[in-house]
């Protein structure tokens, strides 16, 4: 049903109310005022009767030769008053016979005996009548006074006057009552209008401002009328817009604070209720398993999430009394263009309870322990590593120094050659130990910010670095070629970046080919001082490349420890570099060589 303004439904009511009042009324005061003008018309026609009956009540009493003469008089009378006074004035004996008219002749006019008004005067009252008149062919009002002689009826005077005439005066002036009534009734209207206006203006004002709650904008306040009831709808109105405004400030900064712990957490949470609808989820959240925050709210956590793990932990939260843990393993996605890596998350749930203490969902926190789990895994591999790499020495030393302990060490020949090996494999365990107790020192001192950093040229500790390694590049028949600038100058520490240029040159010579060249070079490259050293060996096949920079890490770990190698000097390397703030990549081709890049500060 469509709805009205209140102006459309009181204007309406109060303009119909004037209309019919004023058709009332204008009904009422005609009927009343003919009413009125009629008996006012025939006390006149009774007054202008007996005025008329004095003069001719001689003329009712003359009989025989003067009666002729006298109703002469009378029918002359009647002529002459009737026309100056513009009434119609009949005089009849009281048997009916007229004596006098002031339009017709008195002989030709039929006995009035029989007229009603007539008879009542001759009953010797006053009669009154309105018919039509055949004599003059239309309505007339008669009014006839019996005129008295000594107490008895000696005639009639009647007198009468066209209804027509009295009809079209008080048509006049009902014409004028209808058009008072009408200057009235648009009064009314304009002031009915104006009335609806002063109590519809301040509820449309309120209706308005009631909007303005509605749609969150309770600063403003509602303009208080000055009438009385409305008056106080709006201050009540005003008081809870007041009231509403402190509320949803509370709200506000209550939920902003939340926010802001969670998007500050570092664990993620995610909060569903009992129909398991994804009620909140923070950032971090959103970022370990892959939620799109924008359309997440109000979803199941089916939809949102694709994890089977976490979807079940969820599940077992809510069917839960107590607190849950769990490990979840995120698998990647790369559906939607993402790279990211498998991720070990630790959760914990727990049940959301409402003031009543019944269940209304459940909160899961989730912790990233990836780089925890990497961690306990590399330092399970260092060990496995460490103890494998100084098993092997130990047990040859072992081996050997059993079998000189049997009789072998009776055997000079013997004896010198076990003896031989036994010194490899120490000066082996030696050089294990010096490099795990380098990469110890390294790690300590830069942790601990002992490492100096100062401005120094490149090209000095590049070729401080190549003259280490010149003996094994002849004794290979490598040439090593340098190319740096001599004012090329970065922030290091001299002697470590001189060792970490020495590990990497004595790789390159390692895994090249007798004959080959190894190139050492370095330069700017934007922001940045690189160096960087180029062989032409046997290179690197692409899954290996992530992980060489690890601790006893081996591409080819039977050709590696032929070679001698400790398998920490690349990790040496690496945290040298970070020791200066730097980073060290590498660019390998099977077949064809690696270049591996040291990233240094510039001065």
């Known amino acids: 049903m469509r709805r009205k303004r209140l102006l459309w439904q009181l204007y309406p009511s109060y303009v119909l109310i004037t209309l019919v009042s004023l058709i009332a009324a204008t009904w009422y005061g005609s009927r009343v005022m003919r009413r009125v003008y009629l008996e006012g018309v025939v006390r006149d026609l009774e007054v202008r009767a007996r005025f008329i009956g004095r003069q001719l009540s001689e003329q009712f009493v003359l009989a025989g030769s003067e009666m002729r003469a006298a109703h002469g008089r009378a029918d002359l009378i009647c002529k002459e008053v009737g026309a100056a006074t513009s009434t119609r004035i009949t005089a009849i004996l009281p048997s009916g016979t007229v004596i006098g008219d002031t339009d ?11 007229r009603p008004e007539v008879m009542e005067a001759l009953a010797g009252r006053v009669g009154s009548s309105t018919r ?10 008669y009014v006839a006074v019996p005129v008295l002689v000594d107490g008895r009826v000696a005639g009639v005077v009647r007198t009468s006057l066209p ?6 005066l008080l048509r006049e002036v009902r014409v004028r009552i209808a058009l008072g009534g009408l200057v009235i009734a648009a009064l009314a209207a304009l002031v009915s209008l104006f009335v609806s206006r002063r109590i519809s203006r301040p509820l449309e004002v309120m209706r308005h401002g009631a909007a303005r709650f509605a749609e969150g904008d309770l600063e403003r306040r509602l303009p ?24 949803m400030r509370t709200l506000v900064r209550e939920r902003n604070e939340q926010e802001a712990v969670l998007s500050s957490m570092v664990e993620g949470v995610i909060a569903v209720d009992a129909g398991e609808r994804v009620l909140n989820v923070n950032l971090a959240a959103a970022r370990l398993v892959g939620i799109n925050l924008l359309t997440a709210q109000g979803r199941l956590i089916q939809e949102v999430v694709r994890n089977t793990d976490l979807q079940q932990f969820v599940k077992k939260t809510l069917a839960s009394r107590e607190p849950v843990e769990g490990d979840l393993l995120i698998l990647p996605d790369n559906r939607h263009g993402e790279n990211r890596d498998q991720r070990s998350i630790q959760a914990h749930g727990t049940v959301l309870r409402g003031a009543e203490g019944q269940s209304i969902g459940a909160l899961v926190v989730l912790n990233d322990v990836t780089r925890l789990r990497r961690l306990e895994d590399i330092r399970r591999e260092f060990v496995a590593n460490v103890s494998h790499e100084l098993k092997t020495p130990i047990t040859s030393i072992k081996g050997f120094v059993e079998t000189l302990l049997d009789g072998a060490i009776n055997s000079p020949e013997d004896a010198q050659r076990f003896l031989t090996i036994i010194s490899a494999h120490a000066d082996r365990l030696h050089a294990i130990v010096e490099d795990l107790l380098t990469l110890s020192r390294i790690e300590q001192e830069s942790e601990r910010k002992e490492i100096a950093l100062e401005a120094n040229e490149v090209s000095h500790t590049l070729r401080a670095a190549i003259q280490c390694c010149l003996v094994k590049a002849e004794e290979k028949r490598i040439r090593i070629d340098l190319e740096c600038a001599d004012d090329l100058r970065a922030k290091m520490d001299r002697p470590l970046l001189e060792q970490a240029v020495v590990n990497l040159i004595d790789n390159a010579l390692k895994y090249s080919e007798p004959g080959s060249v190894v190139e050492v070079a370095g330069f700017r490259s934007g922001s940045e001082v690189l160096i960087q050293v180029r062989d032409q060996g046997c290179g690197i096949e692409k899954e290996h490349l992530p992980r060489i920079f690890e601790r006893f890490y081996r591409v080819d770990k039977a050709r590696s420890r032929k070679l001698g190698g400790t398998g920490l000097g690349l990790a040496i390397v690496k945290h040298i570099a970070q020791a200066h703030a730097g980073r060290v990549t590498v660019e390998s081709t099977p077949g064809k060589g690696s270049v591996f890049t040291i990233h240094l500060l510039p001065v």
């Open 163 to 168: 209804v027509e005439s009295i009809d079209l």
């Open 104 to 114: 017709e002749d008195p002989a030709r006019m039929d006995n009035h005996a029989d």
């Open 132 to 141: 039509y008149s055949h004599t003059v062919r239309m309505n007339m009002m």
């Open 224 to 247: 208080v009328p000055p009438i009385e009831e409305i008056g106080g709808l709006a201050e009540a109105m005003n008081h809870m817009a007041a009231q509403l405004d402190e509320r």
